[in-house]
């Protein structure tokens, strides 16, 4: 069975929507991550959380689920544009696929985590080289628009099936999980497609 996520780094629910895809991958199934730029209308410089509003409250609770789940978590005080970590990421993914998993971790923990603006090209190039990529060939890359391309394709796939938010987990080519939901959901949703197709669990890993 394969499935399909889209998610943004900036996405706390996307961040906590990581141990969904480490439950899903423990009951073999390949889980393939694609970009999806949530906020497309940030400044390039970002914008900086306000210490009483929405989104500080959404990382309340967000903190609160990482707990449970064993996750580290730090809630951000500055959300940054994440179109060049998405463009970053979607290179490496289709370019040294080898290196994906490593930085798409990194991106994730350096914003929810250690507190690094993702959204600095110093710092994507840190990470890049940290998840084993050449950062020279993945910028260059970058900066002639292969990233782009491949970003936006990712998001019109998504629009086709009805995506508009993130995270949202395909299932086969029609069957949407929108959000993080709990996990005996997903372990429901698994079961139910398998009894229907007669798939055998692969290992996990395979």
């Known amino acids: 069975m394969q499935v399909l996520v889209w998610s943004?780094?900036?996405c706390p629910w996307c961040?906590?929507?990581?141990?969904?895809?480490?439950?899903?991958t423990s009951l073999g199934v390949k889980v393939s991550q694609f970009p999806f730029e949530l906020h497309p209308d940030l400044p390039p410089?970002?914008?900086?959380?306000?210490?009483?509003?929405?989104?500080?409250?959404?990382?309340?609770?967000?903190?609160?689920?990482?707990?449970?789940?064993?996750?580290?978590f730090r809630a951000?005080?500055?959300?940054?544009?994440?179109?060049?970590?998405?463009?970053t990421s979607?290179?490496?993914?289709?370019?040294?696929?080898d290196a994906f998993?490593?930085?798409?971790?990194?991106?994730?923990?350096?914003?929810?985590?250690?507190g690094l603006d993702i959204g600095d090209q110093l710092v994507i190039n840190a990470l890049v080289d940290a998840a084993g990529a050449p950062t020279d060939e993945v910028y260059g890359a970058v900066d002639a628009a292969l990233g782009r391309a491949a970003v936006n394709a990712s998001i019109e796939v998504a629009r086709e099936h009805g995506i508009a938010a993130t995270p949202a987990w395909l299932f086969g080519n029609d069957f949407v999980v929108?959000?993080?939901?709990?996990?005996?959901?997903?372990e429901r949703v698994i079961t139910r497609l398998r009894a229907r197709t007669g798939e055998t669990p692969a290992e996990p890993g395979a």
Do not use: K
């Open 8 to 10: 943004d780094y900036i």
């Open 101 to 114: 998993a490593a930085l798409d971790r990194l991106l994730f923990e350096a914003h929810f985590v250690t």
């Open 45 to 72: 410089e970002g914008r900086a959380v306000r210490q009483r509003g929405r989104l500080a409250a959404v990382y309340d609770l967000i903190a609160l689920e990482c707990a449970e789940s064993g996750m580290p």
């Open 178 to 186: 929108p959000g993080v939901q709990p996990r005996d959901l997903f």
């Open 15 to 24: 961040y906590l929507g990581r141990d969904r895809n480490a439950l899903m």
């Open 76 to 87: 951000p005080t500055h959300v940054p544009n994440s179109r060049l970590a998405l463009e």
């Open 90 to 97: 979607e290179v490496v993914r289709l370019g040294w696929p």
